[in-house]
């Protein structure tokens, strides 16, 4: 899933543009680090979801674990 497909529309790529941000700033890293990490987990959680409201939720906490325990993401 590329990002043109990622979000699906304005408001939806807004709200999650805000929780990159709120990732990066809490982590001390900068936002083009934490994009990938984010919007690839996104995609892997957007495949499988029937509820979508906590799926940013979701991203950042797997973000913010990865990151903590330093391991590679897929």
């Known amino acids: 899933m590329d990002v043109a497909t990622l979000y699906e529309n304005e408001e939806e790529r807004r709200q999650h543009r805000r929780a990159i941000e709120s990732v990066a700033r ?4 900068p936002i083009e680090e ?3 990490l984010y919007e690839t ?8 979801a029937r509820v979508k409201d906590f799926l940013s939720v979701l ?4 973000v913010r674990l990865v990151l903590k ?4 993401w897929h």
């Open 26 to 29: 809490d982590v001390k890293r």
């Open 34 to 36: 934490i994009q990938p």
């Open 41 to 48: 987990e996104l995609a892997s959680l957007r495949r499988e």
């Open 59 to 62: 991203a950042c906490r797997y």
């Open 69 to 72: 325990q330093g391991r590679q």
